[in-house]
């Protein structure tokens, strides 16, 4: 009886072993799978259906930032799958240039893609962190508003959702994450630093002086000289002749909505606020043009502040041959002759429809 009750015991004992070597089988086999995967994205580059499908499941950065943020594989390889799709599902025969990313040099332009791309989706996340850190948050409600209104501009709801589907392989719900989230912070973050920004109040006391000069029958070039910013007061105001798409919106909808010797009230752009005069109108092998001078106060610069705010976040990028600059707040290549291929694409890229996305 003792000997069966030892017996048993040995066998549970036995059981209990077997289950746990199982166990910690599997656990091993489990990690190096992780591990070779993690090889082939990392080291290999490879973006296939294994490292796919793992990738839904694992989360693989790609980027890190702050310590606690990060940009994922899946994530990342989905909206570079969105890119190819958009140029590899359009016709560009009309500027005279084929998307092949299949080529050696299209692999090259495809790492460039892959560059910008990271270097937008870490903008976006960090964007998002200071948002969050000044107390905005944009909730699925908000986005879907600011959606609406899009679609609503647009017109034709089902034609947007077709383009979406066509172009990039996305559905509604995919462009509210990807576009319109991002774009909303951004916007709030703007309007956030507009607020708290004393810079802002002092460029527009100043440019309502000299609006206040300009009234008082003071002379336009002088008052530019006195008031503006740049090389605008350098030239006493002067900026010579342009043609509607060489001046900044929506300066150039005023520009071309006065008459010749006319002035206009306070303009505000993106750059700052502008106050222009119209010294000349003509029309030049088809194109209309104007004669410019301006008054201009610039805003303190919204890029500038962000990337000094950028500065103070730390980023690790893990996708071979890349490399955060902390100074410039950007991606940037390792090697030397993908950095010259990249600064001839820039230098030629008169009807590359590639490098416009």
């Given at each position: 009886m003792v000997e069966l009750f030892f017996w048993r015991s040995n066998l549970n004992i036995?059981?209990?072993?077997?289950?746990?070597?199982?166990?910690?089988?599997?656990?091993?086999?489990?990690?190096?799978?992780i591990a070779v995967v993690g090889f082939l994205i990392y080291r290999l580059e490879m973006?296939?259906?294994?490292?796919?499908?793992?990738?839904?499941?694992?989360?693989?950065?790609?980027?890190?930032?702050?310590?606690?943020?990060?940009?994922?594989?899946?994530?990342?390889?989905?909206?570079?799958?969105?890119?190819?799709?958009?140029?590899?599902?359009?016709?560009?025969?009309?500027?005279?240039?084929?998307?092949?990313?299949?080529?050696?040099?299209?692999?090259?332009?495809?790492?460039?893609?892959?560059?910008?791309?990271?270097?937008?989706?870490?903008?976006?996340?960090?964007?998002?962190?200071?948002?969050?850190?000044?107390?905005?948050?944009?909730?699925?409600?908000?986005?879907?508003?600011?959606?609406?209104?899009?679609?609503?501009?647009?017109?034709?709801?089902?034609?947007?959702?077709?383009?979406?589907?066509?172009?990039?392989?996305?559905?509604?719900?995919?462009?509210?994450?990807?576009?319109?989230?991002?774009?909303?912070?951004?916007?709030?973050?703007?309007?956030?630093?507009?607020?708290?920004?004393?810079?802002?109040?002092?460029?527009?006391?100043?440019?309502?002086?000299?609006?206040?000069?300009?009234?008082?029958?003071?002379?336009?070039?002088?008052?530019?000289?006195?008031?503006?910013?740049?090389?605008?007061?350098?030239?006493?105001?002067?900026?010579?002749?342009?043609?509607?798409?060489?001046?900044?919106?929506?300066?150039?909808?005023?520009?071309?909505?006065?008459?010749?010797?006319?002035?206009?009230?306070?303009?505000?752009?993106?750059?700052?606020?502008?106050?222009?005069?119209?010294?000349?109108?003509?029309?030049?092998?088809?194109?209309?043009?104007?004669?410019?001078?301006?008054?201009?106060?610039?805003?303190?610069?919204?890029?500038?502040?962000?990337?000094?705010?950028?500065?103070?976040?730390?980023?690790?990028?893990?996708?071979?041959?890349?490399?955060?600059?902390?100074?410039?707040?950007?991606?940037?290549?390792?090697?030397?002759?993908?950095?010259?291929?990249?600064?001839?694409?820039?230098?030629?890229?008169?009807?590359?429809?590639?490098?416009?996305?």
């Amino acid at each position: 009886m003792v000997e069966l009750f030892f017996w048993r015991s040995n066998l549970n004992i036995m059981k209990k072993i077997k289950l746990a070597t199982i166990i910690y089988s599997f656990l091993i086999l489990f990690v190096v799978y992780i591990a070779v995967v993690g090889f082939l994205i990392y080291r290999l580059e490879m973006n296939n259906s294994l490292t796919q499908k793992t990738a839904r499941y694992i989360p693989y950065p790609v980027a890190i930032i702050g310590g606690d943020n990060f940009i994922f594989f899946d994530d990342f390889y989905e909206n570079l799958k969105a890119i190819r799709n958009f140029y590899e599902n359009q016709d560009f025969s009309e500027t005279g240039f084929r998307v092949d990313f299949k080529t050696a040099d299209g692999q090259k332009r495809l790492k460039i893609k892959e560059k910008n791309l990271l270097n937008k989706m870490i903008e976006d996340r960090i964007i998002q962190i200071i948002s969050n850190d000044s107390g905005i948050k944009i909730t699925s409600d908000m986005a879907s508003q600011e959606l609406t209104r899009i679609m609503q501009e647009f017109g034709n709801q089902q034609e947007v959702k077709d383009r979406l589907q066509n172009l990039y392989g996305w559905n509604i719900e995919k462009f509210q994450e990807k576009i319109v989230k991002p774009d909303l912070y951004k916007e709030k973050l703007y309007a956030h630093f507009r607020e708290n920004e004393d810079g802002f109040k002092k460029s527009e006391e100043k440019i309502k002086d000299a609006l206040e000069d300009l009234k008082n029958n003071k002379n336009f070039a002088q008052t530019a000289e006195k008031y503006s910013d740049g090389e605008t007061s350098k030239n006493k105001g002067e900026l010579g002749w342009f043609s509607f798409d060489q001046i900044i919106y929506p300066v150039s909808q005023v520009a071309f909505s006065l008459k010749k010797g006319e002035q206009s009230e306070i303009i505000e752009s993106s750059l700052g606020y502008h106050i222009i005069k119209i010294g000349d109108k003509k029309t030049e092998d088809g194109i209309d043009k104007v004669k410019v001078s301006q008054i201009f106060v610039k805003n303190p610069d919204f890029s500038k502040w962000l990337l000094e705010q950028e500065k103070n976040i730390r980023i690790t990028t893990l996708i071979k041959g890349m490399f955060w600059n902390k100074d410039d707040g950007i991606i940037e290549f390792k090697d030397d002759g993908m950095k010259k291929f990249e600064e001839n694409i820039e230098e030629n890229s008169s009807g590359d429809i590639s490098v416009m996305f």
